[in-house]
């Protein structure tokens, strides 16, 4: 899993997004607080990134973007370091820690892309184990074959 990952269920984490989304506007951009979030105006998003073999994930982040009226171009307003718990205001450039009411909330966030990054880890698997399963079964298929053909063979030689 290389790469930034965009998590699989965004609607299951919408109304914690939301709750955290709200709070952030409220406490360091009172002005320009969207209501709610939607495709263009106001559009989180939650992505995170796994080192290779890791099970846990290296940086989660949710990033809050905004959309102009007539322009096709989102930009991030803030971005959200759910590991260190701390909001990158990236309009003025200003960084600071995320408000006590929302903690929670980000925790719930970073623990639902554990669950994301663990069920995949878990499908990779048992694909894996299907293959080899597979392989295994026309491994025995080819070996059953050839034990017939041998017999078959040997019973025309001795008769």
């Not at 309009?91 to 909330?105: C, G, K, S, T």
């Not at 491994?139 to 050839?146: D, F, T």
Request: aromatic share 10%.
């Amino acid at each position: 899993m290389a790469g930034w990952q965009n998590i699989n269920d965004f609607h299951s984490v919408r109304p914690v997004v939301c709750r955290v989304m709200q709070a952030v506007y409220r406490s360091f951009d009172s002005n320009n607080g969207p209501v709610t979030m939607d495709h263009w105006w106001n559009s989180p998003s939650l992505s995170y990134q796994v080192d290779q073999g890791a099970t846990e994930p290296s940086i989660v982040i949710l990033n809050l973007r905004e959309g102009e009226p007539d322009y096709p171009a989102m930009n991030t307003h803030f971005m959200i370091n759910l590991n260190t718990q701390r909001i990158h205001d990236k309009f003025r450039d200003v960084r600071f820690p995320a408000p006590a009411e929302i903690l929670e909330d980000l925790e719930t966030l970073r623990n639902r892309v554990r669950q994301e990054i663990r069920a995949d880890i878990d499908a990779e698997e048992r694909r894996v184990r299907e293959v080899q399963l597979r392989k295994e079964k026309r491994r025995n298929a080819l070996l059953q074959v050839g034990v017939f053909f041998f017999r078959l063979i040997f019973k025309s030689l001795t008769m």
